[in-house]
C-alpha cells in the first residue's frame, strides 16, 4: 500500500477487510478505497491496469476490456494463471518466493512497456464476440442434452 501511494498513479482499492484505521494511513491524494465491489465492465474502461489476486472473472474482465494485468496471487490456481498471464505477455506477477517484492518497479514496467497494452487489445480483439450469456447458455443447453442422453456433438 505504501508503494501505490508513492506512485503518481491514481488508484481505486477494493479491500473490503480494512479497517478505518488502515484506510486512513494509506488514501491520498491519488489512492481512493471503495468499501463496495468494483464494477469490472466500468472500471476497466477507465484504468490503465488492474492489480489483482487473479481471480478468473476480474482477469477475464480486464483483458476483455484490453488492459494488462499485474497478479499478486494468493493460491495456487490464481498462480497458475499468473503464469499463463506472463507467458502470454499480458501482465506481471510477482514471484511467489520474493520476499520484499518491489511492486512499484513491477506497476511502472506494466504500464511503461506498450508491450503488455498490445497484447492486451490483441487478446480483447481475438475474443470481442465473447459473451458470458451465450456462454451460460451452452453450458445449461449442454447440461439437459447430458442428462437427455444425447451424444457429444463433434465441435
Request: aromatic share 6%; proline share 6%.
Amino acid at each position: 500500500m505504501e508503494q501505490l501511494k508513492a506512485l503518481p498513479y491514481r488508484t481505486l482499492i477494493h479491500a473490503p477487510r480494512l479497517s478505518d484505521k488502515q484506510i486512513k494511513k494509506y488514501q491520498g491524494r491519488n489512492v481512493a478505497f471503495s468499501p463496495e465491489p468494483v464494477r469490472l465492465t466500468e472500471a476497466t474502461r477507465e484504468c490503465d491496469l488492474v492489480i489483482c489476486h487473479g481471480g478468473p472473472s476480474t482477469v477475464a474482465a480486464s483483458l476483455l476490456a484490453a488492459r494488462p494485468v499485474l497478479v499478486l496471487h494468493l493460491q495456487l490456481e490464481q498462480l497458475l494463471l499468473a503464469n499463463n498471464i506472463v507467458r502470454l505477455g499480458l501482465g506481471k506477477t510477482v514471484n511467489p518466493d520474493s520476499k520484499n517484492p518491489n511492486y512499484r518497479q513491477l506497476i511502472r514496467e506494466t504500464l511503461t512497456d506498450s508491450e503488455f497494452a498490445k497484447r492486451a487489445r490483441q487478446f480483447a480483439t481475438k475474443y470481442a464476440d465473447f459473451s458470458l450469456v451465450k456462454q451460460l447458455d451452452g453450458i445449461v443447453t449442454r447440461c439437459e442434452e447430458i442428462v437427455e442422453g444425447k451424444p457429444t456433438s463433434p465441435s
